[in-house]
């Protein structure tokens, strides 16, 4: 995807997928736009060690509701957390996307549809304009849901809190994962607090 462009971008069609990705990326750079990679899993299209070579991607679809883009893996095939975490731990920085993909709007509640309101990302933006959004989105600095709200994320050198936005008679569980995709510590607390140790290769929070 090419997020923010103003004009449009014709899709490069090369032999190569690394390499026809790569040309569509730096089209997308070069129009202004935020490029983004959108589903690997969805034919079995992308595998880490590609991903890895592509540059001037800081976006990846790790959540997508469309019924057939395969999240969680199979048959053998990682899930698209996997391969971000394979990623994350070769030291690559792409962050982290969920999205509804919505195909279709006049069938509401038919789950093998690719229905709108999924999944979805809230920016922390300095203003409600698309120069803000991009620019926080460029940092990292959004989180991406497929139902739950947090009110919060904080980190500094020494921990990390993900404050949620409790709804009444839900309990929540917070994993915190690093290096390998191991899982580093689980909170049920609200917020949910990990203290950093400093050995862990990256955090992330689901």
Known sequence: NGLGLTRVVMPARLDDPVATL??????VTKSGGLPQLNHPNFGWALTAPEIR???GVLLMEIANAHPLVNNHGGGGQPSVEEIWDELLTAGKIIYGIANDDSHTFKR???RTMALP???WIHVRAAELSPEALFAAMRKGDFYGSTGV????VAFDDK????DIKAQRGRLYRTEF???GGRVLAVSSSDPAVYKIVGDEG???AR
Not at 149 to 152: A, I, K, T
């Open 22 to 27: 790569q040309a569509n990326i730096d089209a």
């Open 53 to 55: 070579r592509l540059e």
């Open 108 to 110: 509401p509640g038919d």
């Open 117 to 119: 309101g999924q999944a």
């Open 149 to 152: 709200e947090l009110d919060d």
């Open 159 to 162: 921990s990390i809190v993900v």
């Open 177 to 179: 994962i690093g290096d």
């Open 202 to 204: 990256y955090i992330r």
